[in-house]
C-alpha cells in the first residue's frame, strides 16, 4: 500500500512537469500551424466534395448513359417484410474513389504553386558585381596623388 501511495504522490509532481512540457509542445509554431492545417483541410474537403458531388458527378452520369453512379449498385437479397435490402453499392465507393482523387490532386496543386512561390522568394537577385580592379595607370595616379596630399600637408604643417 505505501508503495502504491508513494507512487501516486511521485505522480503529481510529474503531472505538473508533464502538463509545463504540453503547454511548450502545444503553443510552439508547428504545432499551431498543423492544427490550422488540419481545420482549413477539413473545410477544403467540404468544397471539394461539393464540387465532386454537384458538379463532376452530374456530368460524368450524363457521359456513362444519365445514370447517377452513386445509385449503382449490386442487389444480393432484395428487402423483404422483414429484412432490408442487402447490396454492394459500388457507385458510392466510385465516388469516394473520385472524391479522393480529386481532392488529392487539388491539394498536389496548392502545393505545387506554393512550393514555386518558396522557390521564387529563395532565389535572391544575385548580389552586385564587385568593382573591377583598377588599372596599372588608375594604379598609378592614385600613388601621385597620395604623395602630393603628403607633401601639401606637410608644408602647411
Known sequence: MREVYSKLESAKGATGTVLQEFKKFALRGNVVDMAVGVIVGGAFGKI?????????????????GRVDLTALKIVLRHAN???????????AFLQNVLDFLIISFSIFMAIRMLNK?????????????????????????????????????????
Not at 466534395?49 to 452520369?61: A, E, F, W
Not at 417484410?81 to 457507385?91: F, M, N, R, S
Not at 518558396?118 to 568593382?131: G, H, L, Q, S, V
Open 81 to 91: 417484410d422483414t429484412t432490408p435490402e442487402l447490396a454492394l453499392t459500388y457507385g
Open 117 to 157: 512561390l518558396k522557390k521564387k522568394e529563395e532565389e535572391a537577385p544575385p548580389a552586385p558585381a564587385a568593382p573591377p580592379e583598377p588599372s596599372a595607370e588608375e594604379k598609378l595616379l592614385a600613388e601621385i596623388r597620395d604623395l602630393l596630399k603628403q607633401q601639401a600637408g606637410g608644408r602647411t604643417a
Open 48 to 64: 471539394v466534395t461539393s464540387l465532386v458531388n454537384d458538379v463532376v458527378m452530374p456530368i460524368l452520369g450524363l457521359l456513362v
